[in-house]
């Protein structure tokens, strides 16, 4: 017997940037068809039109293509089942033909209630403010003639699913096991709005059978609304897919990722300097642990160990500094012509004076978590920032301000008449110099450097930095450090 294919499918809003928990589930749905040599399709659901946004259907787009989740179908790839936009397919009139056939079937019915009456359905939970609106079913006793007299007449209605009110319903996922839920919980939820368009509960089911979706991957947030969907599902005599259901994805202090993180969608931590690459590792990681604990995988390595029945029930925290590690890595192990171009942009604008930009790169290569990063290591070659003078002051260098000054004075000269002003023969010289009047090479070297950067830590020693800022300008700092130490002596 054949094994059925696995088809399964990223379906967002397009509401703006794509959020970090929506990546995840657009990741893992690939993972989970890839693996098995599946189909990855994508289906965009824009029924929602107030929270519609101009231009985000072309970030969901771009947000695939960086992270190389490849989809197999979509609105860009016909496969036989399309539309793969459901306002597309709203206005085929999908949506209602299938609602039609559950009011046939007793399972869903017109409901014509106005505002004024629902909003005196409202409840109050036991023991809590929060009022929750429980349908009563009122629509359901009407009767065909009443039913017709009202949808002749215009009268504005929506379509709600008929629920039992007694009995359980169970379903099964993957990560939660079997999960009961008392029937008399199951409100007769909405399946077609007011406005002639599906709610995303409803659309969703119908989609997923018509396109042949055998592995639903969403968040936990939607295991309450699985019973529902269960009993659709049912209602038709269709197939219940498999169920997959994400964790959910915290801050530090365990509370719902949410936009005032900074970090919540990929854009965010593109814009943060991190590698797409290293985004689409660390969310893989955020719910789910492969066999061999290897942690840094690229999209071909994850798509080989994914197995989803590893995914944790835990919620899942989203470690930035852990981020940050993990695109340390990525930038570490790229070819430095690559990891040059990707940061050209931000040298150039933390240094404007003529310095060679790939030598910059080097030195900030394996410092960085993130490429934003590389101006604090490398914006004293633009200008030295304010410092204090206990910046010449170091035990282990055995230099303090006096010694400081000192050198400072002694090297000046020997710089202004140095010629080869390389870091090898700049080296040498100070070297030399070091030797001659006692000194150890990082009792002279500490405070050269000190004037030249005015921070504690650079990616580069004295000389190089020597080097690359050339003759005129290291003579001009050493002396407004001449400057500084002899005010501060005064």
């Known amino acids: 017997m054949s094994r059925i294919k696995i088809r399964t499918r990223f379906a967002p809003s397009p509401t703006g940037r794509m959020h970090v928990g929506n990546l995840r589930t657009a990741l893992y749905a690939y993972l989970i068809a890839k693996h098995e040599g ?33 989809h197999d179908e979509g609105p860009d790839k016909d496969g036989g089942v399309g539309p793969y936009v459901q306002s597309e397919r709203q206005a085929a009139g999908i949506y209602m033909h299938y609602a039609k056939q559950l009011i046939d079937k007793g399972e869903a019915y017109y409901c014509f209630c106005t505002k004024e009456r629902l909003d005196s359905l409202q409840q109050k939970v036991d023991g809590s403010d929060k009022e929750i609106r429980v349908y009563d079913k009122h629509c359901l006793s009407l009767t065909p003639e009443e039913v017709q007299a ?53 659309a969703n089911v119908v989609d997923d059978h018509l396109m042949g979706i055998t592995h639903v991957v969403r968040g936990n947030e939607y295991l309450s609304s699985s019973p529902k969907y269960n009993r659709l599902y049912e209602a038709f005599g269709w197939e219940v897919p498999v169920y997959v259901h994400c964790p959910l994805i915290t801050d530090a202090d365990h509370q719902k990722l949410s936009k005032r993180s900074g970090h919540s969608s990929f854009e965010d931590l593109v814009d943060q300097g991190f590698l797409p690459e290293a985004i689409v590792n660390f969310v893989a990681l955020l719910g ?14 994850l798509t080989k160990q994914f197995d989803y029945h590893r995914i944790s029930k835990s919620p899942a925290v989203f470690d930035y500094e852990k981020l940050k590690w993990m695109n340390g890595e990525y930038c570490k192990a790229m070819d430095d012509e690559a990891f040059y171009e990707l940061a050209k942009p931000y040298i150039e604008k933390a240094v404007t004076r003529p310095i060679d930009g790939r030598r910059l790169a080097a030195m900030v290569k394996t410092r960085i978590g993130a490429l934003t990063e ?80 005015g921070k504690a830590m650079t990616p580069a020693g004295a000389t190089e930095i020597l080097e690359l800022l050339g003759k005129e300008e290291s003579l001009a700092r050493i002396a407004a450090g001449i400057d500084k130490l002899e005010a501060a002596q005064a």
């Open 38 to 70: 599946g189909d990855f399709l994508l289906r965009i659901e824009d029924t929602d039109q107030e929270r519609y946004v101009e231009g985000a259907v072309d970030i969901i787009y771009r947000t695939l293509a960086k992270t190389g989740l490849v």
């Open 150 to 202: 009202n949808l002749d007449a215009g009268k504005p209605f929506v379509i709600r699913q008929n629920n039992p009110t007694t009995g359980t319903t169970t379903f099964h996922d993957e990560i939660y096991g079997d999960i009961s839920v008392d029937n008399a919980e199951l409100d007769d939820m909405i399946l077609i709005k007011s406005d002639g368009y599906p709610t995303y509960n409803f």
């Open 288 to 301: 789910w642990y492969p066999e061999s604990n290897q942690e840094i995988m690229s999209l071909e390595e």
């Open 374 to 453: 590389i101006a604090d290591h490398l914006d004293f070659f633009e200008a030295v920032p304010e410092y204090d003078i206990a910046l010449y002051t170091h035990k282990k260098m055995k230099t303090n301000a006096e010694n400081s000054l000192a050198v400072l004075k002694a090297v000046k000269p020997l710089l202004e008449a140095q010629e080869d002003f390389t870091n090898d023969a700049l080296y040498a010289t100070l070297q030399a110099f070091a030797a001659e009047n006692g000194y150890k090479n990082g009792t002279v070297l500490w405070p050269i450097r000190t004037a030249l950067s």
